[in-house]
């Protein structure tokens, strides 16, 4: 594929989204180095990084439209590796069971892959219709589509990383002319639902205490166990407080997740290091690195050259938008802590091999846009 | 596909979704904001004081020694268990309690009372769990280290009592602070803690202040396990002052031996330089051993020990020389008598009384020992005449009783540097409560009074001064131990805020002795009476000393009804005194429980403590013949 490259294909390669991605991922490198700079985080994430770049230059010179043409064949695999998580094959890391180990592969997450082929599965299906509002049959066929996968990935169970599914299906919805009505009943009803459904659990036992703690150290944090479940919550507001306008000042401030104060530092609290180093400054580059990668793929997506290209484009910006939020929400200490990695940022081989390869598709989709 | 080529709004809806993300990316930005900028310090602050601990360097507590340089007391380093709370934050102390006892040898009671101790502390606090520990334990704390982190050995300087049971009242003996002493608000400002050692009784307790070091800390960075992974800063800690005291080891050894010795073991001697005031030595029996005090509080036998020093009905804790109360007896014929020439009650010259073989009060006749006639003043001291004194007790009235006891200080403290002093009981503390419960105050009471019995209780210390102040001519020192306290250097730098100043050293702050008016005749003949009681063939006539001359008193005093006077009811033995006689270099008081007279019992106790000095300093040039001279 990368032989048959042509000098156009080089001229309207969307190099900025490239660059954006590799220098947050980049960035992301210092702050791993940052969290747990005597272990070998930040090394195993330049190796990914190396491997991802492959993966993402393959996918964004390969022609998109074939490989949605092939996503039963990719929907499948995924499920397949999914269900492998769930026999013997699975490993448990941290308490869950959410790896696989493949010989000569090694040890993945397969729930951070699947996110593709079900973004292709459902671009697939919804980018062959045509004009007119989304009819309910063809919302129950995406739903069903929507929850192998994610079927699969609450038995692990995994609720946080089923959770950023649920973004691919919204803007599926969305972008295929979901009523106007039918998206604010649906937001109405969440309003209703939601705190509802949460009392209902608390008053049943239904949800756990330290689900319900976790909760509590949101709203009010002054309420909790600080050594307990509002742990996490209050020592990364403490950390993110902490670094101020510029961050870390001096040889001698030693940072919270070198004194372990930080839990799970290089991973889902990565953002917190980042404020505790760079500051106020650095993190609002960040988020502005964000935005401008976020903007660029938005910019993608109105100039695709057919329907299902749009719709992979936008599921993966709504996909890491949520993400984002989930992520540096939780580190802000005003979402509960769910195991969400932050997308370019977060240590972990599976999460950022699918993060280029989903940037791949967008710039391959991009690259296509002259395409009749 | 362009997408407004589509009825379906498209583009719209992709605005929609793009504005709803900046809008998300917005809300953290303004969240950054409060955090990073708004509550930074504050969350700077709380970083800090998570991670910063000051974990206490002990100082060495000062040394003390007699006044020949001879070590009294020391600190030497031991291995303590230590537990810290941190660890012990998030699992039921509950379930330590039986591997503690087990693993340490500790008391089940005394591990429970320590958790529930230290889990009202601070966190990041430390308390000694186990102290004095051996290989044993220290390996079992090592090889447990996983199990129990809160756990560790450290290495401390613990007191250490050399001597034992020897001078232990004097000395007293250094503990943990109790709840109770910390309930006082001046401890708390002086910055004590739960764990802090402080001195308990003794020399220990009323000096602590100098004693007492200046702890160091060292400023740590901990992680979130509590685990030291920097210093930020270490301050040195200052030792305490050693104190040099006036004992004489070679005397007090003597005292006590003396007592160990007597026929009931109890008991105390007290010699004192009647020139200063400085005590020699002063020996309290039974005594006890404050090493248990120290080493034993935390092991289940040293609290039985503990347990039984208390309850013994000996007292061993209990401190004769200062806090026992007793009759004196004939002893206090000589401050009364000194009154009595005072007052102008009699004169040198005229001083005779009648002995009569006793006193007919009312019907009730109260007998003298022996019948001496109408004996002049020293006649009557030196064979302890009781019916002289009786008249001249009702010749001075209970008001000139109580007038001598003002002049001699026996209403009041004698000043010593030891914490706990009684105050001896007189007529004087008496008088308003005969007279609201009998109405007056009878010449019975004024009798027995004069005789050292019934409303008269002195504790042995006060005796020595009143008699040691008519040797000295009228000058009434106030004993103490404190000879000097010893220089300790500066730490660190002026200007620090951590700066420990030096601490001088000085010396005991004499008050001005308290002068008592007496004339020259007056003093020679109470000290004549004296003088005859050893070597006029008085009531202590056996332990006369040739070149020696010790002038003293005996007494005899009851204890229980005559006829009941036997057994554990013996009268107490008394035997005050100073020597040579006109020109003193010590005085000594001996004082023997329950078992009789005062010349057969005390006396030779103290003859004792002379012999010792004499074997150390020689016999003084002047002898006897200046005596004989008078």
């Not at chain 2, 007279?597 to 300093?617: C, D, E, L």
Request: some cysteine; overall charge positive.
């Amino acid at each position: 594929m990368v032989a048959i490259l042509e000098k156009r294909d080089l001229r309207d390669l969307d190099w900025q989204t490239a660059v954006l991605a590799i220098m947050i991922a980049a960035f992301g490198i210092w702050q791993i180095h940052n969290a747990a700079p005597d272990q070998n985080f930040w090394t195993k994430q330049i190796y990914g990084i190396g491997i991802a770049l492959v993966a993402f230059v393959v996918v964004a010179f390969t022609d998109y439209r074939r490989l949605i043409d092939s996503a039963p064949v990719f929907y499948a695999i995924g499920l397949i590796l999914l269900f492998l998580v769930l026999t013997p094959l699975g490993v448990t890391v941290n308490g869950q069971k959410a790896w696989v180990r493949l010989p000569l592969v090694g040890q993945f997450q397969p729930s951070e892959f699947v996110k593709i082929p079900t973004v292709l599965m459902l671009a697939k299906y919804y980018g062959s219709r045509k004009s007119g509002a989304l009819s309910f049959k063809e919302m129950l066929i995406g739903g069903a589509i929507f929850a192998g996968p994610v079927g699969l990935i609450l038995l692990e169970p995994d609720a946080g990383q089923a959770i950023t599914y649920f973004p691919i299906l919204a803007a599926m919805f969305f972008l295929s002319g979901i009523k106007v009505r039918y998206v604010v009943l649906a937001v109405v009803a969440a309003a209703i639902f939601i705190p509802g459904a949460w009392m209902v659990g608390v008053k049943t036992g239904k949800i756990k205490t330290y689900q319900q703690e976790r909760i509590n150290a949101i709203i009010d944090p002054d309420s909790v166990d600080p050594r307990g479940y509002g742990y996490h919550t209050i020592q990364s507001t403490i950390t993110v407080g902490k670094g101020g306008l510029s961050g870390i000042k001096g040889e001698t401030d030693i940072s919270q997740s070198v004194l372990k104060f930080l839990p799970e530092p290089h991973s889902d609290f990565i953002f917190a290091v980042t404020a505790e180093n760079t500051g106020f400054i650095g993190c609002v580059s960040l988020l502005l690195a964000y935005a401008l990668l976020l903007s660029r793929m938005i910019a993608g997506a109105r100039q695709a050259s057919d329907r299902a290209g749009m719709l992979v484009i936008m599921s993966v910006v709504c996909a890491m938008a949520f993400q984002i939020f989930m992520n540096v929400g939780m580190a802000l200490g005003v979402l509960p802590v769910i195991g969400v990695p932050l997308p370019l940022m977060s240590a972990g081989l599976s999460a950022i091999l699918s993060t280029f390869v989903a940037i791949g598709f967008v710039v391959s989709v991009r690259l296509r846009r002259f395409v009749n | 596909m362009k997408l407004n080529d589509h009825v379906q709004n498209l583009g719209a809806r992709v605005f929609t979704i793009q504005v709803l993300a900046f809008v998300l990316l917005t809300l953290l930005g303004s969240r950054l904001y409060y955090l990073q900028i708004v509550k930074g310090d504050y969350y700077s602050e709380r970083a800090e004081n998570q991670r910063i601990r000051l974990i206490p360097i002990p100082a060495p507590r000062g040394a003390i020694f007699d006044r020949n340089g001879k070590l009294l007391v020391d600190s030497r380093p031991t291995y303590n268990v230590v537990l810290s709370n941190e660890p012990l934050k998030n699992i039921n102390v509950n379930e330590r309690v039986d591997d503690y006892s087990r693993g340490l040898g500790l008391e089940r009671q005394f591990v429970v009372e320590r958790l529930n101790l230290i889990k009202k502390q601070n966190e990041f606090e430390a308390m000694v769990l186990k102290e004095n520990v051996g290989i044993q334990d220290i390996t079992w704390v090592e090889s447990h280290s996983l199990e129990f982190p809160e756990l560790r050995v450290e290495l401390q300087p613990q007191r250490h009592y050399p001597l034992g049971t020897s001078l232990a009242h004097v000395l007293g003996y250094v503990g943990e602070i109790s709840p109770k002493q910390l309930e006082d608000p001046a401890m708390r400002e002086k910055g004590f803690r739960p764990g802090d050692v402080i001195g308990k009784g003794g020399l220990e307790q009323y000096y602590d202040e100098f004693l007492r070091g200046r702890p160091g800390y060292r400023k740590v960075i901990v992680d979130s396990r509590g685990r030291v992974q920097a210093e930020v800063e270490k301050v040195d800690p200052q030792s305490g002052q050693d104190l040099v005291t006036t004992i004489d080891y070679d005397l007090q050894l003597a005292a006590e031996n003396e007592l160990a010795n007597s026929s009931t073991k109890r008991g105390t001697i007290i010699a004192m330089d009647p020139n200063t005031g400085g005590i020699l030595a002063m020996a309290s029996a039974p005594s006890f051993d404050p090493n248990i005090f120290v080493q034993g509080s935390s092991t289940p036998e040293g609290r039985r020990q503990i347990a039984a020093y208390w309850q013994d009905e000996k007292r061993p804790l209990y401190n004769r020389a200062i806090q026992g109360r007793y009759p004196p007896g004939s002893t206090w014929k000589i401050p009364e008598s000194m009154g009595a020439l005072i007052q102008g009650v009699i004169t040198p010259s005229h001083s005779n009384m009648a002995c009569g073989g006793g006193i007919t009060i009312g019907s009730k006749f109260t007998r003298c020992m022996g019948s001496h006639g109408s004996p002049p003043l020293s006649y009557a001291i030196t064979k302890s005449c009781d019916g002289y004194y009786y008249r001249l007790g009702l010749k001075m009235g209970v008001e000139g009783l109580i007038n001598m006891i003002e002049t001699f200080g026996y209403d009041k403290r004698s000043g010593i540097d030891l914490p706990n002093e009684k105050v001896p009981q007189t007529p004087k503390t008496w008088m308003p409560y005969i007279l609201k419960h009998e109405g007056k105050w009878s010449d019975i009471r004024t009798v027995y009074a004069s005789i050292g019995q019934d409303t008269v209780v002195v504790t042995p210390i006060s005796m020595l001064r009143a008699v040691a102040s008519i040797g000295m001519h009228g000058k009434m020192y106030t004993p103490h131990f404190l000879q000097e306290f010893r220089a300790i250097g500066p730490v660190g730098d002026e200007g620090d805020s951590t700066y420990m100043p030096a601490r001088p050293n000085f010396g005991f702050q004499h008050p001005e002795p308290k002068i008592i008016p007496m004339t020259d005749d007056q003093y020679d003949v109470m000290v004549k009476g004296m003088w005859g009681v050893v070597n006029g063939g008085g009531t202590a006539g056996s332990i006369r000393i040739a070149g020696f001359d010790i002038a003293g008193k005996t007494g005899t005093a009851q204890v229980a009804e005559l006829g009941k006077d036997s057994g554990k009811n013996k009268d107490h033995a008394w035997f005050v005194s100073f020597a040579p006689a006109f020109k003193p270099e010590i005085a000594v008081i001996a004082l023997i429980e329950n078992s009789g007279f005062g010349g057969a019992n005390a006396a030779p106790a103290a003859r004792a403590v002379y012999s010792a000095y004499i074997a150390k300093k020689g016999l003084p040039k002047t002898d006897g013949q200046e005596v004989a001279s008078r």
